[in-house]
């Protein structure tokens, strides 16, 4: 199974919709409160509070240099922040400990020359073993399983940079699920695809999160893709959460054109908003 | 079921065969002529518990266990170390170019043996030699104050390769002018910087071999660590490892190791690169693969080396630093132009 090392069952969709009414049957998968991050001078997070239900998929928008990257580094402990960030309930900052409660796809992950794919997805398991110890028995069987899953199987020997975009992202997801985290932070996972890659991957995401369980926070650049994937987005601005919830709730004409300065309108789909752009009368500039 | 990246038997069949030949060379080849099997009994006879007869004099099995044996050996171990910790900066700083030297390693030996030899302190023998003993003094300092100045900097792998490239720069300037300033200790000076694995018996294998040793288990036992490091600090960190806790250890070691190889055999250059670079092009850059196999081939280059520098020209010797040099850069060339490996 690939979901996280004793994952509790039943925590599928179904425990998502409200936010974190679910709260107090087990801690949220992550509770942030008063969040800051302080870069040089620069202030990119502001005291922000901000909880992800276990079993949640949140999707995290914003316009460029909100600080949407910045937040899941926070959550990570890769950048240092003060307040408080606990992932099921703990705050622990090693990064053995974190590793084994958050798994990271990052927006443009380094592909070392010359590893083959298995490698790659073997270093998910870095969390679960010593820094001395080899491959045992049963990161070989993980990794086997998720390579599997990801219809990856055929390309284990291969080397990651002859794979296409589309293969890549899903080695890197691969990675990531053999972390067996709960908790799987996707920063922008779809920016480098084309239309067909960004929907196999989101919904591949949807059912790995079904299949195992997982939190999903992730971070996105289309709102329509953000409406579409996922139970709550919420919308990030200098450095707070100005807006969360339900995406046809947050996603208007009028949030979106104060935060992001761009005019759209909103078409109400049965599947959620769609949001398209409206050119501006060029004419009207000066 | 897929696995990971391993050394495959034959990788390390090759690796022995390069050593035993090299070795092997080494003992036979020479001004006087001893012919191998002569040289093989000679070696058994050496084993505790095992009599064997070379039918050598006492002066000839003399040159064997002496003169050229102690010499193959200080080669091997000082191109292990010296190539292993080439490779263990490269993966630790993710830098094709990165090794001891850039850290100041060469400078700082350079200057304090200069500082040694231009004081008339070269003299000692073996432990007791002060230009070894200040050339390693030297090269600790020289990393340490590249790292320190490094962290001024903000504790990036950049910052600490610019700071090594400013307090390299430092030391050799003071080196020169302390060269400058002392005209009659040039050659002397020179011929040291140049590298020689000229042995006074066993004393310098006994000096090195501790940091040998150091070297090879603790730079080894972190072969996985490197190999995660590859994507880089952030994510390593993200993966579960502390990527500067790891760069600290396997820098400080690796470093230890290049500064007792240089402060016995001077400043032999480009074995930490051509070395490790050679195997990641034929074997890939697993750092699993990688080490051991720069281990083994490391000292094979070196005896190889040095049995060039003391025939080509006999009697007289090259510095084996310009034979390293001279025979290693086009044999690179060939590797890098044969290679289809993307390994950087």
Known sequence: ?286 | MARGARLTPAAAAAGLVAVLAAAGAGLTVGPVDIAADRVALQLLDLIPGLDADSGLSPSRAAIVTEIRLPRVVLGLLVGSTLALAGAAYQGAFRNPLADPYLLGVAAGAGLAATLAITRGLGDGAGWLDPVPLAAFAGALVAVGASYAAGHLGGRSTVSLVLAGVAVASFLTACQTYVLQANTDAIREVYAWILGRVATSGWAEVSLIAPYFLLTVIVVIRYRRALDVLAVGDEEASALGLDPRRVRLIVVTVASLGAAAAVAVTGLIGFVGIIVPHTVRLVFGPSHRVLLPLTVVFGGAFMVAADLAARTVLAPAELPIGVVTAFIGAPFFVLVLRSSRREVW
Request: glycine share 12%; no cysteine; hydrophobic share 45%.
């Open chain 1, 1 to 286: 199974m690939i979901g996280p090392a004793g994952a509790a069952a039943g925590t599928g969709p179904g425990a998502s919709g409200g936010g974190p009414k679910g709260a107090a049957a087990e801690p949220a998968a992550i509770a942030i409160a008063g969040l800051s991050v302080r870069l040089g001078t620069a202030t990119v997070l502001d005291r922000l509070d901000l909880e992800v239900a276990a079993g949640e998929w949140l999707n995290v928008i914003g316009p460029n240099g909100a600080g949407k990257t910045t937040l899941l580094r926070a959550i990570l402990g890769s950048a240092p922040f003060t307040g408080a960030v606990r992932v099921a309930g703990l705050a622990d900052r090693r990064p053995a400990a974190r590793a084994r409660m958050l798994a990271y796809v990052p927006q443009t992950p380094v592909m070392p020359a010359g590893m083959a794919v298995i490698d790659y997805v073997l270093l998910g398991r870095t969390p679960h073993r010593g820094v001395f110890a080899g491959d045992s028995a049963r990161d070989l069987k993980v990794a086997g399983e998720v390579l599997d899953r990801l219809d990856l199987g055929p390309l284990a020997g291969r080397e990651l940079r002859s794979l296409s975009g589309g293969e890549r992202q899903r080695a890197v997801l691969a990675r990531a699920l053999a972390q067996q985290a709960p908790v799987l932070l996707l920063d922008e996972p779809t920016t480098a695809l084309d239309l067909g890659h960004q929907q196999d991957v989101l919904e591949l995401v949807e059912e790995l999160r079904r299949e195992a369980g997982l939190t999903v926070v992730a971070t996105l650049h289309d709102l329509t893709l953000a409406a579409r994937y996922g139970d709550r987005v919420a919308l990030l601005a200098s450095g707070r959460i100005v807006e969360r919830g339900d995406p046809a709730r947050v996603l208007t004409p009028d949030t979106i054109a104060e935060h992001f300065d761009a005019r759209v309108r909103v078409i109400e789909d049965v599947h959620g908003p769609v949001i398209v752009p409206v050119a501006r009368n060029l004419r009207e500039r000066p």
